[in-house]
Every structure is written in C-alpha cells, then in structure tokens.
C-alpha cells in the first residue's frame, strides 16, 4: 500500500510539472532550448533600442526561459527587474496576436513604446510592423492585442 501511494505521489508531481512546462511553452515563443527572443537581448531592445544577440556567457533563467545578454551590466539589470524586460505577448509577433494568432517573428522587426517592446513577424510576403504602424493607433491595436493574448496564451501555435 505504501509503494502504491508513492507510485501515485510520483505519478502525480510528474504529471503537474509537464503540465507547468507545456505551460511555458504556450506562453513563450522559446526554442527547444528554453531560449527567448532567440536568443537576443531584452535588455538591448528596452534600454538601447536595437537588436543585439546575446551570447551564451552572460544569462540568466527566469521562470524556466533563458535570456541571454550581450555583456554582464545587461545581465545584472535583467536579474535585478526580469519583469521590467519581458516581450509583450511571450515574444510573438504583436500583429499576429492582434489578428488572432501567434507567429514567429524576426527579432530584428520591433518596436519600442511606453517602457514595453513588440516584436514583429516579417518575411517576403508581409512586415506586420509595417502594418502595425500604418494602422496609426497603438493603443487601439494593444487594447485588441492584450484581449486576444488572454485566450492565446494558453494555445499552442
């Protein structure tokens, strides 16, 4: 009876942590790895405004993702206020989200407005920050954007 119980208690623990992973993976557009913004900077996005890759020997995990940083100064800003630097909307392309679904973007496609950054899917066919700006209402597409993220955070793509 009692191997039974730990049988279960281990059933139990594994299932609830899959379920928290699958989480994070719904949430964030990360890579196998558990690599954010595939792998550039959130520091360089928010406070220098450009895409800078980071490199491997400067990051940090926070719940569960890891950002990498292109020097310490970047990583110590980040340990001090990870919520400070998170992608709005897990990291995917802030018109898909608006549209209604989640798109890898390019992460040299973003733009930085009131303290947060968006990302941007782009390719031959389409530059969603061109279409992003040229709606000409932020606000009006964050608003949609933010209601949309509410349900499509827990979707995979």
């Known amino acids: ?5 730990n049988i279960s208690i281990l059933i139990i623990a594994v299932v609830t942590a899959n379920m928290t992973f699958a989480q994070d993976k719904k949430a964030n ?7 954010a913004l595939q792998g550039y900077s959130a520091v360089s996005y928010l ?11 400067f990051k940090s995990e926070h719940n569960k993702v890891v950002y ?7 990583k110590k800003k980040f340990d001090k206020n990870p919520g400070k630097y998170m992608p709005q909307y897990g990291g995917y392309c802030a018109f898909g989200v608006y549209a ?9 496609k973003f733009i930085v407005k009131d303290g947060k950054y968006f990302l941007y899917l782009y390719n031959l066919e389409l530059d969603a920050q061109q279409l992003w700006l040229a709606e000409g209402n932020h ?9 949309n993220w ?4 827990n979707t995979y793509n």
Request: charged share 30%; glycine share 6%.
């Open 1 to 5: 009876m009692k191997i039974l119980k």
């Open 29 to 35: 557009n990360i890579d196998n790895s558990n690599i």
């Open 47 to 57: 406070d220098l405004g450009i895409a800078q890759k980071g490199i491997k020997e």
């Open 68 to 74: 990498y940083f292109t020097d310490a100064d970047q």
């Open 100 to 108: 209604g679904a989640k798109f890898r973007p390019d992460p040299n």
């Open 139 to 147: 606000n009006k597409l964050m608003n949609k954007a933010n209601a």
């Open 150 to 153: 509410s349900k499509l955070k």
